[in-house]
């Protein structure tokens, strides 16, 4: 028997954020890079800010995915190739840590946070996607 639990499914963002802040978790590197949501570091449904924070960061993960554009001679975007989408968003600014941290294979940083608990850059932001 499977069983799926979804606590979070009816919350607010605002619920979600207050509940990591009153239990002291850690949030995800992404959010403290500046992303609104997690998913794929190339996501089909990235904003043009998000795509650009890619072309600064990790340019080899950029040019796979607009290699496949190329390739397959479609874009992603309905109207915009990734290029385009670059061009017209400005980078997160990521801190070395948390970029090492966010593209490391081992997550060695604490779950659960034991001092202060601050909001991350990404929390009520850039969240494109599906709803």
Same mark, same amino acid.
């Given at each position: 028997m499977i069983y799926h639990a979804r606590i979070a499914k009816d919350a607010t963002e605002k619920q979600v954020w207050d509940l990591l802040k009153q239990y002291g978790v850690n949030p995800h590197p992404a959010y403290q890079a500046g992303w609104g949501r997690t998913s794929c570091l190339t996501c +089909?449904? *990235?904003?043009?800010?998000?795509?650009?924070?890619?072309? %600064?960061?990790?340019?080899?993960?950029?040019? %796979?995915? +607009? *290699?496949?554009?190329?390739?397959? *001679?479609v874009t992603i975007h309905r109207t915009l190739s990734i290029e385009e989408q670059v061009d017209l968003g400005t980078p997160y600014n990521v801190e070395p840590e948390v970029y090492r941290l966010a593209m490391s294979k081992d997550y060695t940083d604490d779950i659960i946070l034991s001092g202060s608990w601050d909001l991350p850059k990404g929390a009520f932001g850039d969240s494109s996607g599906p709803t």
């Open positions: +089909i449904f *990235g904003s043009a800010n998000q795509w650009a924070t890619v072309a %600064k960061y990790m340019p080899d993960h950029l040019n %796979k995915v +607009i *290699g496949y554009e190329k390739e397959f *001679g």
